[in-house]
């Protein structure tokens, strides 16, 4: 933790070097880490240390995010670096609080499209040829139907891995820049809160749950402070647009973990 900061000056530039240097598809797990290197170390020794880097890095986080967005507007889903991306922007963010706002028009984008991720669900017939099946991070389960017969679900892992990323750093977002999180409160909302009830993965439904109050909590504040465009109407809007999805989800939330979720963060918004 602090006790890094006098070894600071020796890391940091060559894990710079790497994004600045290391190009390439080959070099996609590398720079990954790298990311989450720099990223742990300026937790580590903190908002004053790091500020004389920071910059720099956000710079490279986001130029790699502009180099490989793909055509359809959204990282390819096989490259490694997305979650380290996701991860490492969030832990910036909690390293420099409110001095983060300037790069939320960067990385908020590329989160509500990860966390509107297809996953890509395919039901066949237990006996169905598919080739998708030997891709990597392709995963099927054989089910048996009340009715008799097979049916054979399939998923890509990594999207949903990535939609529980993209709604986790969301959450961390709203949460460490409160007030000043209000613009994007409201696309932010429309993305995470049909989410409550994403029934393919446990970690996709708490992210999204948890992420509630914070969006609730940042509306509050700027209404609070004065924020251009924070309206009473708009912070009950958002409540009433949240009740009914947490209502119904309390009511059938398979999982007891996510149960507990469910009734903290709707307690807080409720």
Do not use: W
Not at 67 to 94: N, Y
Not at 139 to 155: C, D, Y
């Amino acid at each position: 933790e602090g006790d890094f900061k006098p070894y600071y000056a020796n890391f940091i530039p060559g894990l710079k070097g790497i994004l600045q240097n290391a190009n390439g598809k080959e070099y996609r797990m590398l720079r990954g880490k790298a990311m989450e290197c720099i990223s742990l170390i300026g937790v580590a020794v903190g908002k004053e240390a790091f500020a004389q880097d920071d910059k720099d890095v956000m710079d490279l986080i986001i130029k790699t995010q502009h180099a490989t967005v793909a055509e359809e507007g959204r990282l390819d889903s096989d490259d490694p670096q997305i979650s380290f991306m996701l991860q490492a922007c969030g832990r910036i963010c909690k390293c420099l609080g409110e001095q983060f706002q300037p790069y939320l028009p960067y990385v908020i984008p590329p989160l509500i499209n990860s966390a509107n991720a297809d996953p890509e669900l395919k039901v066949l017939d237990a006996d169905d040829d598919d080739d998708q099946e030997d891709e990597e991070g392709i995963e099927s389960v054989t089910v048996a139907l009340r009715g008799g017969g097979h049916k054979r679900i399939s998923i890509r892992t990594s999207a949903l891995e990535e939609k529980a990323t993209a709604c986790t750093m969301l959450s961390t977002y709203a949460e460490e820049l409160k007030e000043a999180f209000f613009p994007y409160v409201s696309q932010v909302a429309q993305a995470l809160i049909p989410l409550i009830k994403f029934q393919y993965l446990d970690d996709v439904r708490t992210a999204a749950m948890g992420a509630m109050p914070e969006l609730l909590s940042s509306c509050v504040g700027a209404l609070k402070v004065g924020v251009q465009g924070a309206t009473p109407e708009i912070v009950c809007q958002l409540k009433d647009t949240m009740f009914e999805p947490i209502l119904e989800q309390l009511v059938h939330e398979p999982d007891p973990e996510s149960l507990a979720v469910v009734l903290d963060s709707g307690n807080m918004v409720i």
